[in-house]
């Protein structure tokens, strides 16, 4: 049975801090394949990201087209969510990555701090019994919430703050700076 992680967020900009995650995920042999899903409207976030859907789908695969050979092979960023119309609702998700992969074991990747809000998740009982969460520890939050795998201490929030005027940021991969810059996102020239 192959195992498939979702790793969902609104990667607005996808930056180190993700790509740590992606690595782990594979090079520990966590998930056999990682689909990357950009959201489409977080229905549950304050703030819609800045960046247009085709634009985020396009800085991750940029991101992940840097990575090594055996890492890159196993990993698809996936426009699901962006392609879809109306709120992003991970059960929805969820549900149409297992009819793309009938019989493989569905494993949700959460940031703890995103983990602490599962329970008010959209038809929360049962994307639960449809996928096995693995939560990882973000810096700032409370040991012991999920595996420690010594996650960078970066938000996509401080990113932006970087970026501004300059597309440049110690945060995010080169290629992806570039993409900011030629695309002006993050008010960047």
């Known amino acids: 049975m192959q195992t498939i992680g979702i790793y969902g967020g609104t990667f607005d900009p996808i930056h180190r801090g993700h790509l740590h995650v992606i690595n782990h995920v594979l090079t520990h042999e966590l998930v056999d394949y990682l689909l990357v899903i950009p959201s489409g409207e977080p229905w549950l976030r304050e703030h819609q990201p800045l960046a247009g859907g085709a634009d985020r789908v396009a800085m991750c695969a940029l991101a992940i087209s840097e990575l090594p050979q055996d890492i890159k092979n196993r990993i698809d960023v996936s ?57 990882v520890e973000r810096p700032d939050q409370v040991p012991g919430k999920g595996i420690d795998i010594q996650a960078l201490p970066i938000s996509a929030t401080q990113v932006r703050a970087e970026i501004v ?21 993050y008010g960047s020239k």
């Open 165 to 185: 005027g300059s597309a440049n940021s110690v945060a995010i991969p080169p290629i992806v700076a570039t993409y900011i810059k030629e695309h002006g996102l």
């Open 79 to 135: 426009p699901l969510e962006i392609d879809r119309s109306g709120p992003s609702y991970m059960i929805d998700t969820v549900e149409a990555v297992q009819a793309n992969h009938p019989g493989s074991q569905l494993i949700l990747i959460l940031g703890s701090d995103a983990a602490e809000h599962l329970h008010r998740w959209h038809r929360a009982g049962e994307l639960q019994e449809l996928v096995d969460v693995l939560i």
